[in-house]
């Protein structure tokens, strides 16, 4: 079973397509709007979340707080505490990489993660993890670099993000047939719609929070139990 590096850079790839995309127009955006390019950079690999760090823009332009910023970022990084917690008892075992693997975590590692074997995941979670941040922050430096000379040429730059996760969500479907999710964000997203029109992201996340928090796992449970079963058949 292939665990190497190499396997790992082709597993990723689809991921690197996206980042590509999404990086070098956050760093065009983050130059235009006036960040300092080393803020703009180090946000990559501390922040690591493409969400926060585009959202983090418009705070910038418009002077907000640190606290606004800081609670923000909080709120629409919440759901990585899921992603985190799924995955602890894959991390490896040396506690450096298992620290990266976790913090490098991000949501388009996640979902190529979990659709490996479960003897695969430990082995290739700190180089998904690694290669994910390496990805993002190299095309963020190229689009700093090339600030917004290019940003006409290339129209909807911003969009690549979201494209990239539908598509690994559908991969991730094919694979697993789980559609509580779907249907959870599905929910979430309509009904933020109807609260706010400002911060639908952030409302959809904290609606899909609650819905999952108070979701009966009895369903899962039984689904575990006769997975069981049909082994010992």
């Known amino acids: 079973m292939e665990n190497s590096w190499k396997y790992a850079i082709k597993l990723t790839t689809p991921i690197f397509m996206g980042y590509f ?3 070098v127009a956050y760093g065009m955006l983050a130059t235009n709007a006036g960040m300092p390019a080393w803020f703009t950079i180090a946000m ?7 969400t926060a760090q585009y959202a983090a823009i418009p705070f910038f332009v418009s002077g907000a707080g ?3 910023v800081f609670l923000s970022t909080l709120l629409m990084s919440l759901r990585f505490c899921f992603y985190t917690l799924n995955m602890m008892e894959h991390k490896p075992k040396s506690r450096a990489k298992g620290w990266v693997s976790i913090g490098g975590l991000t949501d388009e590692g996640f979902a190529v993660l979990s659709t490996l074997p479960k003897e695969q995941k430990q082995a290739l979670f700190f180089k998904v993890s690694t290669l994910s941040v390496f990805y993002w922050t190299f095309s963020t430096v190229v689009g700093v670099l090339l600030g917004d000379s ?4 290339i129209p909807n730059l911003d969009f690549a993000l979201p494209c990239l996760f539908a598509i690994l969500a559908y991969e991730q479907y094919k694979n697993q ?7 959870i964000a599905l929910v979430g997203f309509l009904l933020a719609r109807q609260i706010t029109e400002t911060s639908v992201l952030l409302v959809a996340i904290l609606v899909a929070m609650i819905i999952v928090a108070f979701l009966p796992q009895s369903f899962s449970a039984k689904k575990e139990l006769k997975g ?3 082994e010992y058949k």
Not at 44 to 50: I, L, M, N, R
Not at 177 to 183: N, Y
């Open 44 to 50: 990559c690999f501390t922040v690591v979340s493409g």
């Open 21 to 23: 995309a999404a990086g």
């Open 177 to 183: 047939r789980q559609w509580k999710s779907i249907v």
């Open 228 to 230: 069981v079963e049909n």
């Open 66 to 68: 640190v606290v606004s």
């Open 150 to 153: 290019v940003a006409d040429y």
